[in-house]
C-alpha cells in the first residue's frame, strides 16, 4: 500500500501556507505478486507543518484551501476520502472523488482559533482503509477587526486638592480581542481626548496623573476626562476605543474661617435666665467635613462674666447664651470679641493660615417689668412662747426696681401657716403672732411671704420667713418614767432600790439641772439622794422598814433652777418582798394577805388545775363535735350532690294553668254543648260531678261501651288534660281515608251506639275474646 499524500494548497496573498510531508519508501516481502524472499515495509512518519486561514473572509461560494490525495489512487475512483473532527461537515467539507477541502462560512479568530481535523483515504466499494488516519491543525489567521474596549469603564477616582504635578489619579485598563502575537492588532497606546490640561495619561500603562499644581476643590470640584486606547500602535488605520474617569478632589483645610462681618448686634431681656440662647454666630469656611469644623470662645473678660459661647452640634455656629442673670438698673449693654478657630489644622498648609478669625459683639440689655425684690434672700425671725396674740415677730421689707416709690402689698400664703399662727400687716410687712406659741408643740415655723405689685398683680415675688419659738420655763419636771420597785425584807440598811431620772421639756430647765427631795424625818421609810446630774437614788435608811401587806408609797418633791422655778410632786411604789438567798423574789406581801383570808398558796393552785382541766375538757368536747358534724356535712353534700337536682324557678300558679287551652285536644264531634255561663275550667277539679251514665240493658256489647265511655270521658270536666283516652281517643279531621281507630265503628248518628260485629268473625286469632266478651247476658228477672 503506498503512501497517503496530502496536499494543502497555498494561496498566494495570505490564505495560508502547504504543508509538505517526508515519506520514506516501504515496502514488504510479496507485495505486488512477486516470488521471492519477503521484504519488511516501513510505515511512512508523517511530519505536518500549521496551515492558516484567513478569518472573516466572505466569499459567494465555499473556498478551497487544500487537497488531500493517496499514492495509491490511480484515478480510477475506488479510492474515496473523508474528513472527520472540528468542523468537518459543517465548515469544512471535502470532496470524496477529488479529495478537494473547502470552507463553506467565514470563521473568526475570536470565536475559536484553530480546528483539529482527520483525514483518511478508504476503498470506496468495501469501506477498507487503505492508509491509517492522520491528523492536522488549520489556524485561523487573525486580522484586525476588534476595536479596543474597557471592561472596568467608566472610571471614577479621588484625589485631594492641592497635589504636586504627578501624583497618581488611577490606571485604566483597555483590552484588544484581536491576537497580541500576530502583528500590532493588539498593540495599545492610550491618549488623553478630553481633561487636559489638567490631567495626562502614560501611553502605554494607561495611568492618569495631575498635569497642574494646585488644584482648589473650592474652585473646581469634579474634572471629566476622556481616555483613548488606540490599537496598531497609535498609527493611521488602527481601531480606537474610549472611556471616561470622574476625578474628584477631596478636600483638605487649605482654607481658614473667616467671619461675614466684623461686629455682631444681640438683644436680650434682662429676666432671661441663665442659659437663654442671646444669638448666633457662624464664621465662614470653604472646607467640608472635619476640615470645616470650628471652636468659639469670648477674649474680653467682661463679656466671659456674663455670657458664654459654645459651638452647636454641627460644629459650625456659636450659640451665645447667659450666663448670670442681667440687670438692666445695673448695666445696659455688654462688649467684648468673640474668636473662631478650627480644630483640625493639617501642618501641610500651615502657609495659607492663620486658621482663625475675631469679631466684635454687642450685646444691649433690656428692661423688663420685674416683680418687688426683697432686701434678703430668706429672713429668720424669733418670738418668745406663750405670748399674747398680736406680738410683733419682724418685718420683711421688698421695693419695686423699675418703679422705687410703686407701693407692695404683702400678705402669707395660706398653706405655709394652716394653723393660722401669724399674720402680716399688708402695707408695712410686719408679721404678728395670731394664736399663743408652744415650743414643746412645733419649734420652727416656716412661712412663705408674697410681695404684690398694687399696679401689676402679675408682678410679685416670694420669699422665705422661718421664725423660730424661743423657750419659757413653763413645764415643771416630772419623773421619767412609773417607778415600781420592791425592796427584800432582808436588805440591808442604806441599800440602794432604785435609781430614779427626771425629765423636763422645758430648753432653759434641762434635766441635768433638776433637784429631787424626798421624805424627811427620823420616821422616814426611806431616803432620796440627789445626783446633781438630774438623777436621784432611793436608798433604805438605816432603820429597816417594818413589813406590811400594803405596799409603799414614796413622795418625792421635783424642781428646776428656771426662773421662775417648777416644782412638782411624784410617786415611786416600793413593795416589801420575801426573797430567795440569790436575792431572787420568793413572794411579797400581797400573797400573805390571801392567805390569812383562809386561801393558801397550794389551794390557789389547786383552783387553777381545776379550771384548767373543765377549760381542756370544753375545748376537747367542742372539737369532737364540730369535726362530728363536719363529716355529716360532707356525706349531706355528696347525697344531696347525686341525688337531688334543685330548680330555682318558681311557678305562675292559676295564671299558668290559664295559658292553655284544652279543648284542643277534645274530639269536637262528641263534646257536648257549651253550657251556658262563663266557661268551666279544665285544670279545676269541679265541685258537683257529671253523674255516670248507666249501663245499657241487654247483651254486653263492647263498641257500645267503649263508644259511651268515651263520650263520658269528652263530657267530663273533671277529667284531666293528660287522660290518655282524651288524649289520644281523637284522631283528628280532614283525612281522606277517613278514621282507622275501631273506637268510633260502633257509632251512629246521634251518638247512639249501634249493634256490634260479632267476635267470632275475627278469626281464631281472636277466639279467646270472643269468649271472653261474646257470652249473652242472661235475661234480668
Given at each position: 500500500m503506498w503512501g497517503l499524500v496530502r496536499l494543502l494548497l497555498t494561496w498566494l496573498g495570505g490564505w495560508g501556507c502547504m504543508g509538505h510531508l517526508a515519506a520514506p519508501a516501504q515496502a514488504w516481502a510479496g507485495s505486488r505478486g512477486h516470488p521471492g524472499p519477503a521484504l519488511l515495509r516501513t510505515r511512512r512518519s508523517w511530519v505536518w507543518n500549521q496551515f492558516f486561514v484567513i478569518e472573516e473572509y466572505a466569499g459567494p461560494e465555499p473556498v478551497l484551501i487544500g487537497k488531500l490525495h493517496?499514492?495509491?489512487?490511480?484515478?480510477?475512483?475506488?479510492?474515496?476520502?473523508?474528513?472527520?473532527?472540528?468542523?468537518?461537515?459543517?465548515?469544512?467539507?471535502?470532496?470524496?472523488?477529488?479529495?478537494?477541502?473547502?470552507?463553506?462560512?467565514?470563521?473568526?479568530?475570536e470565536e475559536k482559533a484553530q480546528y483539529v481535523l482527520l483525514a483518511q483515504a478508504v476503498d470506496r466499494?468495501?469501506?477498507?482503509?487503505?492508509?491509517?488516519?492522520?491528523?492536522?491543525?488549520?489556524k485561523v489567521q487573525d486580522i484586525n477587526d476588534n476595536p479596543p474596549i474597557f471592561p472596568l469603564g467608566p472610571y471614577h477616582a479621588t484625589v485631594p486638592e492641592m497635589s504636586n504635578v504627578g501624583t497618581s489619579v488611577i490606571q485604566v485598563t483597555a483590552h484588544d480581542a484581536d491576537d497580541p502575537s500576530y502583528g500590532n492588532s493588539a498593540k495599545l497606546v492610550y491618549t488623553v481626548l478630553d481633561g487636559l490640561p489638567f490631567f495626562s495619561v502614560d501611553p502605554q500603562t494607561g495611568v492618569v496623573r495631575t498635569a497642574i499644581p494646585n488644584m482648589d476643590r473650592e474652585t473646581q470640584e469634579e474634572f471629566l476626562v476622556v481616555i483613548q486606547a488606540k490599537d496598531m500602535g497609535g498609527h493611521m488605520g488602527g481601531l480606537s476605543g474610549s472611556t471616561t474617569v470622574t476625578v474628584t478632589l477631596s478636600d483638605v483645610n487649605d482654607n481658614p474661617p473667616k467671619f461675614p462681618q466684623s461686629l455682631y448686634q444681640f438683644s436680650v431681656v434682662e429676666t432671661a435666665g441663665p442659659g437663654t440662647l442671646v444669638g448666633r454666630l457662624r464664621a465662614q469656611d470653604p472646607d467640608l467635613g472635619d476640615n470645616a469644623l470650628m471652636a468659639y470662645s469670648i477674649l474680653d473678660g467682661e463679656g466671659s462674666e456674663a455670657f458664654s459661647i459654645s459651638t452647636d452640634s454641627?460644629?459650625?455656629?456659636?450659640?451665645?447664651?447667659?450666663?448670670?442673670?442681667?440687670?438692666?438698673?445695673?448695666?445696659?449693654?455688654?462688649?467684648?470679641?468673640?474668636?473662631a478657630t478650627n480644630t483640625l489644622i493639617d501642618p501641610a498648609y500651615l502657609r495659607r493660615g492663620p486658621f482663625k478669625d475675631v469679631a466684635s459683639v454687642r450685646v444691649v440689655v433690656q428692661d423688663a417689668p420685674e416683680?418687688?425684690?426683697?432686701?434678703?434672700?430668706?429672713?429668720?425671725?424669733?418670738?418668745?412662747?406663750?405670748?399674747?396674740?398680736?406680738?410683733?415677730?419682724?418685718?420683711?421689707?421688698?421695693?419695686?426696681?423699675?418703679?422705687?416709690?410703686?407701693p407692695i402689698r404683702y400678705s402669707i400664703l395660706p398653706h405655709s401657716d394652716p394653723e393660722r399662727c401669724f399674720s402680716i400687716q399688708p402695707e408695712e410687712g410686719t408679721i404678728h403672732t395670731a394664736a399663743p406659741l408652744d415650743r414643746e408643740a412645733r419649734v420652727w415655723h416656716n412661712l412663705t411671704v408674697l410681695a404684690t405689685e398694687l399696679d401689676s398683680s402679675a408682678q410679685a415675688s416670694r420669699v422665705q420667713v422661718a421664725i423660730q419659738t424661743l423657750d419659757e420655763n413653763d413645764n415643771a419636771p416630772q419623773l421619767a418614767e412609773p417607778y415600781d420597785t420592791f425592796v427584800c425584807d432582808s436588805a440591808a440598811p442604806g441599800q440602794l432600790i432604785q435609781v430614779i431620772r427626771a425629765l423636763d421639756r422645758d430648753e432653759a430647765g434641762n434635766s441635768s439641772h433638776v433637784s429631787f427631795q424626798g421624805p424627811l424625818g427620823p420616821d422616814a421609810n426611806f431616803t432620796v439622794r440627789d445626783n446633781q446630774d438630774g438623777s436621784a437614788n432611793l436608798l433604805l435608811p438605816s432603820r429597816p422598814a417594818p413589813p406590811r401587806q400594803a405596799p409603799y408609797l414614796?413622795?418625792?418633791?421635783?424642781?428646776?433652777?428656771?426662773?421662775?422655778?417648777?416644782?412638782?410632786?411624784?410617786?415611786?411604789?416600793?413593795?416589801?418582798?420575801?426573797?430567795?438567798?440569790?436575792?431572787?423574789?420568793?413572794?411579797?406581801?400581797?400573797?400573805?394577805?390571801?392567805s390569812a383570808a383562809g386561801l393558801s398558796t397550794g389551794a390557789l393552785l389547786a383552783i387553777v388545775t381545776c379550771v384548767g382541766a373543765l377549760l381542756a375538757l370544753v375545748v376537747l368536747f367542742v372539737a369532737l363535735r364540730r369535726q362530728k358534724q363536719e363529716a355529716l356535712m360532707v356525706l349531706e353534700e355528696e347525697d344531696v350532690r347525686e341525688n337531688i337536682i334543685t330548680y330555682d324557678d318558681e311557678g305562675g300558679g292559676e295564671e299558668d294553668t290559664e295559658a292553655f287551652d284544652i279543648t284542643a285536644l277534645q274530639n269536637p264531634d262528641r263534646a257536648a254543648p257549651p253550657a251556658p255561663g262563663p266557661p268551666?275550667?279544665?285544670?279545676?277539679?269541679?265541685?258537683?260531678?257529671?253523674p255516670r251514665q248507666p249501663r245499657p240493658p241487654g247483651p254486653a256489647d263492647v263498641a257500645q261501651l267503649l263508644a259511651l265511655?268515651?263520650?263520658?270521658?269528652?263530657?267530663?270536666?273533671?277529667?284531666?288534660?293528660?287522660?290518655?283516652?282524651?288524649?289520644?281517643?281523637?284522631?283528628?279531621?280532614?283525612?281522606?281515608?277517613?278514621s282507622l281507630s275501631s273506637l268510633g265503628s260502633g257509632s251512629e248518628a246521634g251518638g247512639i251506639p249501634g249493634p256490634a260485629e260479632p267476635l267470632d268473625d275475627w278469626g281464631p286469632l281472636f277466639r279467646t275474646l270472643a269468649e271472653l266478651y261474646g257470652a249473652k247476658e242472661p235475661p234480668a228477672p
Open positions: 493517496s499514492d495509491v489512487d490511480r484515478g480510477e475512483g475506488r479510492t474515496k476520502y473523508l474528513l472527520t473532527g472540528e468542523g468537518a461537515g459543517t465548515v469544512f467539507v471535502i470532496d470524496e472523488a477529488t479529495g478537494n477541502i473547502h470552507v463553506t462560512k467565514s470563521l473568526d479568530r466499494a468495501s469501506n477498507r482503509p487503505l492508509e491509517p488516519p492522520s491528523e492536522f491543525i488549520i454641627q460644629g459650625q455656629d456659636g450659640l451665645l447664651t447667659v450666663r448670670k442673670p442681667l440687670d438692666f438698673e445695673r448695666r445696659h449693654s455688654y462688649s467684648f470679641r468673640v474668636e416683680p418687688p425684690a426683697f432686701t434678703q434672700a430668706a429672713y429668720y425671725l424669733t418670738v418668745p412662747e406663750n405670748k399674747a396674740p398680736g406680738t410683733l415677730v419682724g418685718q420683711i421689707s421688698a421695693a419695686d426696681l423699675d418703679s422705687p416709690a410703686s414614796v413622795p418625792i418633791e421635783l424642781w428646776d433652777w428656771g426662773q421662775p422655778a417648777l416644782r412638782s410632786t411624784a410617786t415611786v411604789t416600793v413593795s416589801v418582798c420575801r426573797c430567795q438567798p440569790d436575792g431572787s423574789v420568793a413572794s411579797c406581801w400581797p400573797e400573805a394577805h390571801l268551666a275550667r279544665r285544670d279545676v277539679l269541679p265541685r258537683s260531678r257529671v265511655r268515651l263520650r263520658e270521658a269528652d263530657e267530663d270536666p273533671s277529667v284531666p288534660p293528660y287522660d290518655s283516652v282524651q288524649v289520644y281517643g281523637y284522631e283528628g279531621r280532614g283525612s281522606s281515608c277517613g
